[in-house]
């Protein structure tokens, strides 16, 4: 055997203390020549203690069960936790099955024996009970587990050597009074050297088990946003804690994780935009549901006619009633919803309210004169419950929700069936609309306007005999959609026709005839058809929509004549639309899961607000801060909410929207530029405390003429007027000094030298060059033969030296103190350049999509790879050391090119506006880019996004803190930390764990 024994033990702080202690104990033990003697055994062999916890889910690898098949004996660490842990259950069943169980020590650690032993230790192979050979290392103290071990470890050795105890204990003892120097010198070097040898193979596997262990966090973590993408929070946490070391998991930190977990909690959201939030889990495919007048909760319910109640907030089922039989059938439910707190179930044979603990708090029976249909509206009121018109007189009933007491009763016409499809109430609960219709019959279908205070039924001839939708209108009329019955087994294009009638009058306004064609979705025929309206201002007048959708087909109609405004064909069949009140724009839903924001006027959609529900969605509702969609073939619920960070902490709010900013070289103060006006306006700059959020200053200025201010130090801010003249503002003592630096540029282009300290302005054929600190010109070049023209360009070595791009595409180098013109390179077409901080070196972005790296020294190239600049627009930056390139070319990606190692380092997966800040921070290795849209934090060592806060502009490392702007509101975010997140996940989704099936489904064992 290779080994003597194989130690087992669970990877918590005292199991791995005890491990350690009985490994070094076993093979530093030294055996009494008499001992020997008797047993052919010279020393304890190596001992396998493996240094890492495996992650679940993996198979023990092929080094663990080498170990363990070359192992004589199996020692395992004892405490009442070790039963917990599946490794080394597994690695005793795996030892037990190669070796049998005689050679399987127990060491107890803590706890007592009945509950710290396994139970594989405590029976022999035919299943009777067995006390173990343990050795007893408990103690008070690390001190006193230490000596425990000391003296302990000697029954193990006496096991593993097949001697007696007592008989090792004697010889021990007397080999320790004969001990010598020269013995121990001896074996200390034997020591030393076995001990670097077997730590030279360990290092080696714990490399590789690193590696595999970062893998596999980066699979969690792209598991974790494919689930965030369906909208599910709360797995796509669970999933990145998984590839995380919390929750007593011991892995190493990736940054995928970290930030897959702060976009499955939500962070750094302001709560402007509806974004994903739950998933709602049913049993079956669902019919139907209701939220509350609050929108904290939902009612919904199946095919199979279960009843299910929903917190909105934590996601959480409150209670679920399982499908009734009631004298031996099945009791249909026909509408849910929710009224002062109590769930309320509309059903073939009740209408009942129930509280949270399912217990009834009303029920009304129908008794044999079963319900036959069903609606309640939108607030949760009334519930409309029609009659069995066979077992009962079909007659329509009015039921008010907060007692379950009837309000209101009509009577149907004879022959006719009352329907509540598209029930609707109007806005004072003072009319009800609905239809009634008759099999095979010439008389037309019928809108039916019914009065609450007087029982009234007044009645409007509908064109055809099927009702597609119908509604009270905007300006308190009545429209109605409605087409021949034989409309589904039909051939061509089906044709509908939208009526408007006068409700005063009982006149038809108008009648308009419109088509639209089918779809097929596997077995489904869909011909589905909704109509809205609304009056609202535009242009100063008023615009009168009524909005008919057809499957594809969207008709915006005006609402006087019904005459066609705007006709829209989506991508896919319109299931929902939902009217903004203030403007022509309006929520578009379709049946492959988008919901586009479109004008009414010309049917363009808002790019900015888009949101994704799921592949097959057949209804959406949105209002109250959520919006919920249910789909065809999945039995969830993907809710969507208002999720404002809880956390943000402002500053306030600007004149106008803010431009830029900048922070002080420490973090300690920061910018806010702002322009208000169109032309001639002035530009504020607001100077605010990071830590408090006090706002220092508010100075405004109206002859700016660079859209730029920088922090000279750290308190001196510099902000570039008309011509070649700055202001100083000073933060200690609130001054501003104007300065003008002698020079007769009225518009010059300005460069910001290195660390800020030199500026260049020029203007053909002039070149300036500012010092700061003393503010005046050093240096003062006048290209008078023209012989070159700069227009992109860097200032360096101390503002000696201009280098950029000439007119021609040259790169070029300026000595400005001598006026010599060098050319670097003439033949590459220059688009864009960056400098490195000292001068050596060029990267240089050339129309044949290359980026070559230039020795300034040698005029040559001596890097070059793909990249395809924008003359205008790309980024080409250097590191502040030199050893990074930071890259945004025309695909708008942004990326790390290493120019040591000759390769890049990261490329991002995003595509950025162009990118206005690049920091880079040493110490962590790390990148914090923004377009001001969006900030991200880039991790270099293991390549991949750390942080994303979105409206981030710029970001203090020493605080750990995001600034960002928003319109006008200037604010911040604490960048959470690993175990922030995992707090903040779990106040929004307290106790979740991953299901059995889960985890299953994800390979996590």
């Excluded at 930030?259 to 402007?272: F, V």
């Excluded at 998933?279 to 929108?295: A, K, S, V, Y």
């Excluded at 929700?401 to 022959?415: C, H, M, T, Y």
């Excluded at 806010?672 to 220092?696: K, L, N």
Aim: glycine share 6%; hydrophobic share 35%.
């Amino acid at each position: 055997m290779k080994y003597d024994a194989f130690v087992s033990y669970r990877h918590l702080e005292k199991d791995k203390f005890v491990a350690k202690g009985i490994h070094r104990a076993l093979e530093t033990s030294r055996i009494p020549w008499k001992i020997r003697k008797e047993t052919g055994k010279k020393r304890i062999n190596r001992v396998f203690r493996d240094q890492e916890e495996l992650p679940i889910g993996s198979e023990l690898g092929s080094n663990i069960e080498l170990a363990l098949s070359e192992s004589e004996h199996l020692v395992v660490i004892c405490t009442p936790q070790t039963k917990e842990s599946y490794w080394v259950m597994k690695e005793i069943d795996t030892f037990i099955a190669m070796h049998g169980r005689d050679n399987v020590l127990a060491v107890l650690a803590d706890g007592e024996p009945s509950e710290s032993f396994p139970p594989q230790l405590l029976v022999d192979d035919e299943g009777n009970p067995v006390e173990p050979l343990a050795a007893d290392v408990r103690g008070d103290s690390k001190r006193e587990i230490q000596k425990k071990i000391k003296s302990e470890s000697l029954r193990l050795v006496a096991a593993i050597l097949g001697c007696d105890y007592d008989d090792l204990k004697q010889r021990h003892r007397e080999r320790i009074v004969r001990r010598s120097m020269a013995i121990i010198a001896g074996v200390a070097a034997l020591s030393i050297a076995f001990a670097i040898y077997n730590a030279y193979n360990l290092q080696r596997i714990n490399e590789n088990y690193q590696k595999m262990l970062v893998k596999e966090s980066k699979v969690l973590a792209e598991m974790s946003i494919d689930a965030l993408e369906t909208g599910d929070r709360q797995t796509a946490g669970l999933l990145a804690m998984e590839g995380l070391p919390v929750n007593g998991k011991d892995r190493p930190l990736v940054s995928d994780c970290i930030y897959a977990l702060e976009k499955a909690t939500d962070s750094y959201d302001s709560g402007k935009m509806i974004t994903s939030d739950k998933i709602l889990r049913h049993d079956l495919l669902l019919r139907d549901f209701m939220i509350n007048n609050e929108g904290s909760r939902l009612v919904s319910y199946d095919d199979d006619h279960g009843v299910y109640w929903w917190d909105l907030t934590s996601g959480k089922r409150i209670l679920k009633r399982n499908p009734e039989l009631i004298e031996g059938d099945r009791n249909y439910v026909y509408a849910v919803g929710e009224n002062d707190g109590h769930m309320i179930v509309v059903s073939r044979k009740y209408l009942a309210a129930f509280d949270e603990e399912g217990n009834t708090v009303y029920d009304v029976n129908f008794g044999d004169e079963s319900a036959d249909d069903a609606y309640i509206d939108g607030m949760n009121k009334y519930a409309v419950v029609v009659r069995d018109d066979t077992f009962a007189d079909g007659s329509l009933e009015i039921y008010d929700l907060s007692d379950g007491s009837i309000v209101r009763k009509f009577d149907r016409k004879e022959g006719k069936k009352f329907s509540v499809d598209h029930a609707h109430f109007t806005s004072d609960h003072s009319l009800l609309l609905v239809y009634q219709w008759e099999y095979d019959s010439e008389d037309p279908t019928t809108l039916n306007v019914l009065n609450m205070e007087t029982g009234a039924n007044t009645e409007f001839a509908v064109k055809e005999e099927s009702v597609m939708d119908c509604i009270f209108t905007a300006d308190n009329n009545l429209a109605v959609v409605s087409t021949d019955n034989g409309y589904e087994l039909s051939s061509g294009p089906v044709r509908i026709y939208v009526q408007k009638f006068d409700m005063n009058t009982g006149k038809e306004i108008f009648c308009k005839e419109l088509e639209f064609n089918r779809t097929y979705h596997g077995n489904y025929i869909f011909a589905d058809v909704t109509i809205s309206s609304r009056i609202y201002e535009r242009d100063n007048r008023k615009e009168k929509d009524l909005v008919v959708t057809a499957n594809t087909r969207l008709f915006n109609l005006d609402l006087d004549t019904g005459e066609t405004k705007l006709t829209y064909t989506a991508s896919s069949d319109i299931e929902r639309v939902t009217l903004m009140d203030t403007s022509d724009m309006m929520l578009v839903g379709t049946f492959d899961g988008k919901i586009l924001d479109v004008s009414s006027v010309d049917g363009h959609p808002t790019p900015e607000i888009s949101y994704f529900t799921s592949n097959e969605m057949r209804d959406y509702y949105i209002g109250k801060g959520h919006l919920v969609s249910r789909d065809l073939n999945t039995p969830n619920l993907v809710v969507m909410s208002l999720l404002p960070d809880p956390d943000r902490v402002d500053y306030g709010q600007c004149e106008d929207d803010v431009y830029y900013m900048a922070s002080s070289p420490s973090g300690r103060t920061f910018l806010a530029a702002v322009y208000q006006g169109v032309v001639d306006g002035t530009w504020h700059i607001h100077v605010y405390d990071t830590e408090s959020g006090r706002e220092i200053d508010n100075i405004s200025y109206d002859d700016i003429s660079f859209d730029h201010a920088f922090y000279k130090d750290e308190d001196t801010i510099v902000i570039f007027r008309d011509g070649m003249a700055i202001y100083q503002y000073t933060i200690s003592t609130g001054e501003t000094e104007e300065i003008t630096f002698s020079g007769d540029l009225s518009w010059p282009e300005l460069v910001i030298g290195e660390e800020g300290r030199y500026l260049l302005y020029y203007d053909h054929p002039d070149y300036y060059v500012v010092d700061l600190a003393s503010n005046s010109v050093v240096y003062h070049f006048v290209d008078e033969g023209f012989e070159h023209y700069l227009y992109k360009c860097a200032l360096v070595d101390e503002g000696k030296r201009v280098i950029g791009k000439g007119n021609q595409g040259e790169l070029l180098e300026l000595k400005i103190g001598n006026g010599k013109w060098t050319v670097l390179a003439g033949d590459d077409a220059i688009r864009n350049v960056g400098v490195s901080r000292d001068g050596k070196y060029v990267a240089a972005s050339c129309s044949d999509g290359k980026m070559r790296i230039i020795d300034i020294d040698k005029s040559e190239a001596i890097q070059k790879f793909d990249y395809y600049g924008s003359e205008y627009s790309s980024l080409v930056k250097f590191s502040e050391d030199g050893k990074l390139l930071f890259l945004q070319g025309q695909d708008m990606v942004f990326k790390v090119y290493d120019l040591e190692n000759e390769k890049f380092a990261f490329i991002s997966d995003v595509q950025m506006e162009n990118i206005s800040y690049v920091d880079h921070d040493a110490a962590s290795n790390t990148v914090t880019i923004s377009d001001s849209n969006d900030m991200y934090i880039i991790d270099l060592n293991d390549g991949g996004f750390l942080h994303y806060v979105p409206t981030g502009n710029i970001f203090i490392p020493s605080a750990n803190e995001a600034i960002c702007s928003d319109g006008a509101d200037v604010f911040k975010y604490k960048v959470r930390s690993v175990d922030e997140l995992v707090d903040f996940f779990y106040k929004q989704f307290e106790g979740a764990e991953l299901t059995d099936e889960q985890k299953i489904r994800y390979k996590i064992y």
